[in-house]
T-cell receptor
Framework: DAKTTQPNSMESNEEEPVHLPCNHS???????IHWYRQLPSQGPEYVIH???SNVNNRMASLAIAEDRKSSTLILHRATLRDAAVYYC?????????????FGQGTRLTINP | DTGVSQDPRHKITKRGQNVTFRCDPI?????LYWYRQTLGQGPEFLTY????????KSRLLSDRFSAERPKGSFSTLEIQRTEQGDSAMYLC???FGPGQGADTEAFFGQGTRLTVV
């Protein structure tokens, strides 16, 4: 499985933007970049995914570097409810059903 | 649909006892996954079903662990002769994928927290 590298923890303030980085230098051409997050005492939840172009949804934006070796999850205006562990995961689009391989993720703390 | 449901939410058992957990996936989802998560770590894959067929098992799944999905709907995970090292959160996830095609995002339940004393 292609690996990702994320900072162990980050801290931000409420109502400010948050940029969560992920490095995936060994990404293959058919790997999608997925982000999941896990709130305290909850199972992980899907946030966003992309292949090459930047993506936006109601939860977040995903900015993908031109060489695809890194990506950034952007929370435009963090709230206290965004405090969670964020996981960056690669999934091969041609492998069909595929387990998610979670790393340690980034623990995001939001200060009021 | 209320999402992926797991039962029980918490289980405390004595070492050596058997335990069984249940997962009810989202109804139209054909794929079901079990993961285990220990404190401070990301979830680790245990096993995967497509409909009723168990198609992949992690080497983490020792002989004491067995999972079933008899009718391609709900699934059970049984741990026999529990050990203290089995204490963890057991997470179930489901997704939809056409045939061998890539699936949608996975939806996770809230997990069953097992404590072996």
């Amino acid at each position: 499985d292609a690996k990702t590298t994320q900072p162990n923890s980050m801290e931000s303030n409420e109502e400010e933007p948050v940029h969560l980085p992920c490095n995936h230098s060994t990404i293959s051409g058919t790997d999608y970049i997925h982000w999941y997050r896990q709130l305290p005492s909850q199972g992980p939840e899907y946030v966003i995914h992309g292949l090459t172009s930047n993506v936006n949804n109601r939860m977040a934006s995903l900015a993908i570097a031109e060489d695809r070796k890194s990506s950034t999850l952007i929370l435009h205006r963090a709230t206290l409810r965004d405090a969670a562990v964020y996981y960056c995961i690669l999934r091969d689009v041609f492998q069909g059903a595929q387990k998610l391989v979670f790393g340690q993720g980034t623990r995001l703390t939001i200060n009021p | 649909d209320t999402g992926v449901s797991q039962d029980p939410r918490h289980k405390i058992t004595k070492r050596g006892q058997n335990v069984t957990f249940r997962c009810d996936p989202i109804s139209e989802h054909n794929r079901l996954y079990w993961y285990r998560q220990t404190l401070g770590q990301g979830p680790e894959f245990l096993t995967y079903f497509q409909n009723e067929a168990q198609l992949e098992k992690s080497r983490l799944l020792s002989d004491r662990f067995s999972a079933e999905r008899p009718k391609g709907s709900f699934s059970t995970l049984e741990i026999q002769r529990t050990e203290q090292g089995d204490s963890a959160m057991y997470l179930c996830a489901s997704s939809f994928g056409p045939g061998q095609g890539a699936d949608t995002e996975a939806f996770f339940g809230q997990g069953t927290r097992l404590t072996v004393v």
